[in-house]
C-alpha cells in the first residue's frame, strides 16, 4: 500500500464544519441575548457573550483561512466556555444570575449544549492531531 501526506485540501471538510459549528455558537447567543447588541444582565454575563460571539467569528474566520492550529485552539474555548457557562447557570447558579437556574431543557439551552459538544470534540482531536504529528499518513485505496 501507498504512504502518502494528507493533502492540505483534505483538511476542507472539517474546516468548513468547524467553522459552521464556531458561527452556530455565536447565532445562538445572540438569539439568547435577544440579537444585536441585545442585552444580557447581569452586565458580566453580557460581556462574556459579546466576547464569546466575537472570537466565535475571529475562529470561523482563522479556520478557513488556514491558519489551523490557532483556530482549533480557540474554538476550544468557545465550546468549552458557554458548556460550561451552561452547567453552572443551571447547576449551582451564577453570582446574581440565576434565571436560568434548574432550567436543563430550555431548547436554546440544549442546541447549544449539541453543538458546543460537537465542536469540542472535533476540537480537540484535531489540535491534537496537528500537535502529535505532521508524518506521513497511510492511505489505503
Known sequence: MPVSTVSHSAAWPLRIFGALLCLGV??????????????????????????????????????????????????????????????????????????DKGNWGEPLGVLSVVVEVVLLALSVVLFLRGARNRAPVAVTS
Open 26 to 99: 455565536v447565532v445562538i447567543h445572540i438569539l439568547d441575548q435577544g440579537g444585536i447588541p441585545g442585552s444580557k444582565e447581569p452586565g458580566y454575563v453580557g460581556v462574556g457573550y459579546y466576547v464569546l460571539e466575537i472570537v466565535g467569528v475571529v475562529t470561523a474566520v482563522l479556520m478557513l483561512a488556514g491558519f489551523t492550529r490557532p483556530a482549533w485552539l480557540l474554538a476550544i474555548g468557545v465550546a468549552a466556555g458557554p458548556f460550561i457557562g451552561f452547567v453552572l447557570s443551571r447547576g449551582p447558579g451564577l453570582p446574581n444570575y440565576d434565571d
